[in-house]
């Protein structure tokens, strides 16, 4: 599909514009342009269109760099970023102009737009048999469903167009609930259910909807609506199918999640196509498109995920939660051949880079590598210095790793704005996994069934499993209470319950597995967790400084103590970032866990 879309796009959305423009003063016909009345002809038209539909997946504020404002807005991602933007989302000051808040709304409704565009023509047409037109409405109604299950989880209330709109008092409407939008989303995605493959043939189909995909997301649907058991039902669907027929399956290298060469793979269930083939643009472009006329076919989260010295911005780095959460928390199992000659697990060593040690050895002294460089700077046998790119200083102690070329370049493409053709993975069997255990324990309380599907999300991570706490511990170990911060000698362990099973899934399993994935920021608002989880970072930051930092009255300024840089599990130097600071003092429930309606929307519809 990547191949087709820099022509296709172009050409589709020149129709769409077409769709609503008039100039009464023209009376002659431009025989060159493209118009409703010479599209939508032919069966490569709808092929046309509809990837100009998927096209609309791509944009930067959809699955490109600009997702990472809903990371940086949890307790996942700090920032080092002197970026406004940035920094109006790691300190909760966004307001209703922000880029993001504008460009996220203006960017799922133009994929809502495609979408009813195609079900519009395709409905009308006669060009094509009943079961083509059955796949490609489909299609078009899981892209649809997709950006308003998007929008009503980013905004809480949405404007619903449930057909293409052509006139403005159509346009202009009035908000609907969220209750109204959860139906309509259901109702496309039980269409989509009973219409897409379970698999494509054709490897240029590559990227399209399936079954599975349809299947997965309204488990999710019904998951954030708190219908436990519809959820469960659905998502075990998915998971029969995979388990029992070899529909999906969890790769044995979890790192081919998030790169060019592990696209696709088996356990993928929707993700959104980039290339490396990408326009060059000009400097500072993070995609593509100008004016989000057509998607990017590249994608610039690397550059918000990549050190500084590595061709990015150190936009959106671990917060120390998480970083304590890797090293201490995802303890490796030794006897599991994915950790043969790591330090950390699979799963660690591929989410994010940490200064680590084990046994008395420091990683920073092994051959490890970031971009070919080594974690620290070192000197060669020469006497020359060798500079390291993880630019682990001023408090910084981890890097993300996801969604970057760490493993394989010297650095990000600075030229290009950072930009690769690393695809975007939505929805994956392991999410699935999860969200099947979280909706069982919510449901009937059914521990031994949840434990099932979490032990095998850990199996693949190549950490030790719970049923090993379990026997040797006696209970599940609170791992993400932070022992470095409190002053712990080992983590508080609780019996295995429903309770301390569903909290784990909570707080260990979803965090470890699907960092810098764009789910956790919707999991604690829909948990109703945003509020405790600010409190509880901001009082363990408080404590870091206090453990860590001392005021040098002759400098007149706050220093690291010496005898606790570069220690275990931080590593830290210089100081300890304040990344909780200003969110404690801003964060409002009502204020944000919904983004608010953008102003140029209320400005323009009198009725929002």
């Known amino acids: 599909m990547k191949s087709l879309l820099r022509y296709t796009i172009a050409l589709c959305f020149s129709a769409l514009l077409f769709t609503s423009c008039e100039d009464e003063l023209l009376d002659q016909s431009n025989p060159n342009a493209i118009t409703t009345d010479t599209f939508w002809q032919t069966k490569a038209d709808f092929e046309k269109a509809q990837n100009a539909m998927y096209s609309a997946l791509q944009f930067h504020n959809v699955s490109g760099g600009g997702i990472v404002m809903n990371m940086m807005r949890s307790d996942l991602a700090g920032s080092e970023s002197w970026y406004a933007i940035h920094s109006a989302f790691s300190n909760m000051q966004w307001t209703n102009a922000h880029d993001f808040v504008v460009n996220h709304w203006s960017n799922l409704y133009t994929g809502i737009y495609r979408a009813n565009q195609v079900i519009y023509y395709t409905e009308a047409t006669d060009v094509l048999t009943e079961g083509e037109k059955d796949l490609i409405l489909a299609q078009a109604r899981f892209v649809r469903a997709i950006c308003y299950f998007w929008l009503s989880n980013s905004y809480g209330d ?5 057909q293409l709109v052509f006139d403005d008092v159509e346009l202009h409407k009035g908000l609907s609930s969220r209750e109204d939008i959860v139906a309509f989303i259901i109702s496309d995605l039980e269409y989509a259910m009973t219409h897409l493959p379970k698999k494509w043939e054709d490897a240029g189909d590559l990227g399209r909807a399936t079954w599975g995909a349809a299947t997965a997301l309204l488990g999710k649907v019904y998951l954030y609506d708190k219908a436990w058991n519809k959820a469960a039902q659905y998502f075990k669907m998915v998971i029969d199918e995979a388990d029992d027929k070899g529909l999906y399956a969890l790769v044995d290298d979890y790192m081919s999640n998030f790169t060019t060469e592990g696209e696709f793979n088996s356990e993928s269930i929707f993700e959104v196509a980039f290339s490396d083939n990408y326009k060059v643009g000009t400097p500072g472009d993070r995609q593509d498109d100008v004016g989000d006329v057509a998607g990017s076919e590249a994608t610039a989260i690397a550059g918000n995920f990549s050190s500084i010295y590595a061709g990015g911005y150190n936009t959106c780095l671990p917060t120390y939660w998480l970083q304590e959460l890797y090293i ?4 490796m199992d030794v006897s599991n051949p994915s950790n043969l000659g790591r330090f950390v697990s699979q799963r660690t060593y591929a989410s994010v880079v940490v200064l680590n040690e084990r046994d008395g050895n420091a990683n920073w002294d092994t051959d490890e590598t970031y971009y070919n460089a080594p974690l620290v700077n ?9 500079k390291a790119k993880a630019n682990m200083a001023f408090g910084q102690g981890a890097k993300v790793k996801k969604y970057t070329n760490w493993y394989k370049s010297n650095a990000e493409d600075s030229e290009n704005a950072a930009r690769t053709g690393i ?10 996994y999860l969200m099947y255990a979280e909706a069982v324990l919510e449901d009937a309380g059914n521990t031994s069934e949840a434990l099932k599907y979490v032990e095998k999300v850990r199996e ?3 950490v030790l499993s719970l049923q090993h706490y379990i026997d040797n511990m006696g209970g599940i170990p609170q791992l993400h209470i932070s022992r470095y911060a409190n002053n712990l000698a080992s983590h508080p362990v609780e019996a295995l319950s429903a309770e301390t099973l569903l909290r784990h899934i909570r707080m260990v399993e979803r965090p470890l597995e699907l960092a810098f994935e764009g789910h956790r920021w919707y999991d604690l608002v829909r ?13 363990d930051e408080a404590k870091l400084t206090d453990k860590m930092m001392y005021y040098d009255e002759a400098e007149a300024k706050w220093k690291m103590k010496p ?4 220690t275990y599990p931080l590593y830290l130097n210089e100081r300890v970032r304040p990344d909780w600071q200003k969110p ?6 009502a204020e944000h866990d919904y983004l608010p309606i953008p102003n140029l929307e209320s400005q323009s519809n009198k009725n929002l």
């Open 158 to 162: 949405a404007v619903l167009h449930d």
């Open 423 to 432: 695809n975007f993975r939505h929805i994956r069997l392991a999410d699935v």
């Open 584 to 589: 404690l003092s801003n964060y409002s429930s």
């Open 527 to 539: 948990w109703g967790m945003m509020g405790d989880i600010i409190s509880t970072r901001a009082a």
């Open 460 to 462: 693949r991570a190549g």
């Open 328 to 331: 201490v928390g995802d303890s």
């Open 378 to 386: 070192k000197v060669d046998e020469n006497g020359d210095e060798i």
């Open 563 to 566: 005898e606790i840089e570069r």
